[in-house]
């Protein structure tokens, strides 16, 4: 079986040499438009590239508005201050993600709690989440809080893992039932769409796109994701004032005024600066061709593994997934740790998961519920390589 998968991904990429997990193609207008930028000296905070590539972002996403930021980490900072996280609360989170998550409700002084991820769709179960409310939940005139911590819930936030959509109707559900706002960290996961299969038959699906479920999502455009703007991120949501309140909160919450530097609280320098941005607008225009080369991989790697009895994670039902990094279930760590020392010394660069959150000393004393199913997970889950192939 590995040697038949250094084979299939020679073949894939056409080359002997050596293969990383992921790299952008830059194919497009990203000379011509980083061009423009340069020759305008309007390289830095303000510029019109901004504003367009945060038009074209919420068109493509379906979002009321999107708020450009300097990075996804940054936009999930600010997502969660407006979503009303509070120092001293807490944030329901997954232990099975990127570091960026639970930094992020650390730097609101939150701190995350750890609900188990669901095999199907590797993100947030909403079972697991409601067995959580249900037993420690409390509610009070001024919120949910935990029995256990004696602090409030103040979020849940769900992780789109590697572009695969989380059950978004079972958690808006649990949600809902408990009065708790969802935050989406859809950084992973732009190009993926969620169906709400209504319960009553005659009703018509709701497809959407993954970030746009919530109160806010958030998007990533770091040079590993599926589009890149160097670095950069995106707050969606569809409230108004949300929107102005983001803007002004990543722009040093500067009053506007002719000539006047006046500010009207402690703000953030979390702008994205109209360089990126025209990285990103070039970029765009190829995210649909990005999505259809990735599903064809994804198809690809399927068959494959399909013939050859290995498992790989497939697009949860009623979701379709951009397939940002491929992702192999490998029978135990075993298997594991020998695909991934066999793959990288033969130049084919394989990646196991992340540290579970709660593994890394910053996050060791959160609370959890055990992690059943992402512990499993992360012993068997392997990213190969996923870049956009012509
Ligand atoms: C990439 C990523 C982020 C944001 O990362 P930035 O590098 O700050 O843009 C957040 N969460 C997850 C799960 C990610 O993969």
């Known amino acids: 079986m590995f040697d038949g998968f250094i084979g299939l991904v020679r073949d894939i990429y056409k080359t002997e040499a050596f293969i990383p997990l992921h790299e952008p193609r830059f194919v497009g207008n990203e000379k011509q438009y980083l061009s423009n930028v ?61 570091v960026a998550t639970c930094n992020a409700i650390h730097y609101c002084g939150a701190e995350p709690v750890f609900v188990d991820v669901d095999g199907s769709t590797l993100g947030l179960s909403p079972q697991a989440l409601a067995n959580f409310l249900d037993e420690f939940g409390e509610r009070r005139d001024d919120g949910l809080w935990n029995r256990l911590s004696g602090k409030r819930i103040a979020a849940v936030l769900p992780m789109h893992t590697f572009g695969h959509p989380c059950d978004m109707k079972g958690l808006m559900a649990v949600c809902q039932h408990h009065g708790l706002p969802l935050v989406e960290d859809a950084a992973e996961a732009l190009g993926s769409l ?56 990543t722009t040093t919450a500067k009053l506007a005024h002719a000539w006047r ?33 990735k599903r064809a991989l994804a198809d690809r790697y399927l068959g494959w593994a399909e013939a ?64 059943r199913q992402s512990r499993w997970l992360a012993d068997r889950l392997v990213n190969i390589p996923s870049s956009v192939v012509f």
């Open 261 to 293: 530097f006046a500010h009207d609280q402690v703000g953030f320098n979390y702008r994205m600066p109209n360089l990126n941005a025209a990285l990103g607008l070039a970029q765009l225009e190829q995210l649909p061709a990005f999505v259809e080369r």
């Open 308 to 371: 050859n009895g290995v498992q790989m994670i497939k697009e949860p039902n009623g979701a379709q997934a951009n397939y940002w990094l491929n992702t192999l279930l490998l029978d135990d760590a075993l298997q594991r740790d020998a695909f991934l020392e066999f793959s990288n010394a033969q130049g084919v660069m394989t990646r196991p998961l992340w540290e579970l959150m709660p593994d890394l000393p910053m996050y060791r004393n959160c609370r959890t519920d055990g992690l």
């Open 38 to 98: 340069i020759n305008s000296t309007f390289v830095s905070s303000v510029g019109p590239y901004v504003a367009e590539f945060e038009h074209k972002i919420a068109d493509y996403c379906g979002a009321k508005h999107a708020i450009a930021t300097v990075n996804g980490t940054a936009a999930l900072h600010v997502a969660l201050l407006l979503a009303g996280v509070k120092a001293g609360e807490e944030v329901i989170t997954q232990a099975l993600t990127f």
């Open 194 to 249: 969620c169906t709400l299969s209504p319960d009553d038959a005659g009703e018509e699906n709701v497809t959407k796109h993954c970030g746009t479920f919530g109160k806010l999502g958030v998007l990533s455009f770091n040079g590993n994701k599926i589009i890149t703007t160097g670095g950069g991120g995106m707050i969606l949501t569809d409230d108004a004032e949300l929107a102005r309140q983001a803007k002004h909160l």
